[in-house]
């Protein structure tokens, strides 16, 4: 069964670029239809998807955040990251990674990124 | 843009009850691209049903999904105590490509 698990900077000041990386173990992230995704969660909202990624580099990002996001894939590494930039406290959440095939059906457990000022 | 509302907020129901949960879209839901997951605290969600009705793997046959267009439904037929946490739906499709509702939690009366 495949896992997932975030790894990343639990601190990022305002105005920065956040940096996460995604560690795909039991599988790997070159087998299958599948797109790997980032989702995120502030406190006490709901969960807001970031964008996709497929092995072949091509991406999809949400509308609301696409003039700051940026994710790549290193098939070698077994890895897919995300980098988020000019942050601020809004940008302060749990932050997901998770395989996906229209649904989401792998997820890791999360990471909390705060922005602080 | 797609919004997912869901109710009730809160379902307050005793171990072998059931639990009916709503997820009303704001547009279509095309393809029937609806998935349901539950969430336990310090944990990722798990998905239960993907495609409005079909049981992801390992997933208890307690649980089932129906609906089509936009208004979609989870129920648990007989809870369990493992049952008790967050569930919330998700689609695919519309603008943005995937959007999540805010929760319903199902809590122990």
């Known amino acids: 069964q495949v896992q997932l698990q975030e790894s990343g900077p639990g601190l990022v000041k305002a105005s920065q670029t956040l940096s996460l990386t995604c560690t795909v173990s039991?599988?790997?992230?070159?087998?299958?239809?599948?797109?790997w995704s980032w989702i995120r969660q502030p406190a006490g909202k709901r969960l807001e998807w970031i964008g996709r990624?497929?092995?072949?580099?091509?991406?999809d990002y949400s509308p609301s955040l696409k003039s700051r996001v940026t994710m790549s894939v290193d098939t070698s590494k077994n890895q897919f990251s995300l980098k988020l930039t000019s942050v601020t406290a809004a940008d302060t959440a749990v932050y997901y990674c998770?395989?996906?095939?229209?649904?989401?059906?792998?997820w890791g457990q999360g990471t909390l990124v705060t922005v602080s000022s | 843009e797609m919004v997912l509302t869901q109710s009730p907020v809160t379902l307050s129901l005793s171990p072998g009850e059931r639990a009916t949960l709503s997820c009303r879209a704001s547009?279509?839901?095309?393809?029937?691209?609806l998935a349901w997951y539950q969430q336990k605290p310090g944990q990722g969600p798990r998905v239960l049903i993907y495609?409005?009705?079909s049981r992801a793997t390992g997933i208890p046959d307690r649980f089932s999904g129906s609906g089509s267009g936009t208004d979609f439904t989870l129920t648990i037929s007989r809870l369990e105590p493992e049952d008790f946490g967050v569930y919330f739906c998700?689609?695919?499709?519309?603008?943005?490509?995937?959007?999540f509702g805010p929760g319903t939690t199902v809590e122990m009366k």
């Open positions: 495609r409005a009705s």
């Open positions: 998700q689609q695919y499709g519309n603008s943005p490509l995937f959007s």
């Open positions: 990624i497929y092995i072949s580099g091509t991406t």
């Open positions: 998770a395989r996906e095939q229209l649904w989401f059906d792998s």
């Open positions: 547009q279509s839901v095309s393809g029937g691209f």
């Open positions: 039991g599988g790997s992230i070159s087998s299958g239809s599948y797109y």
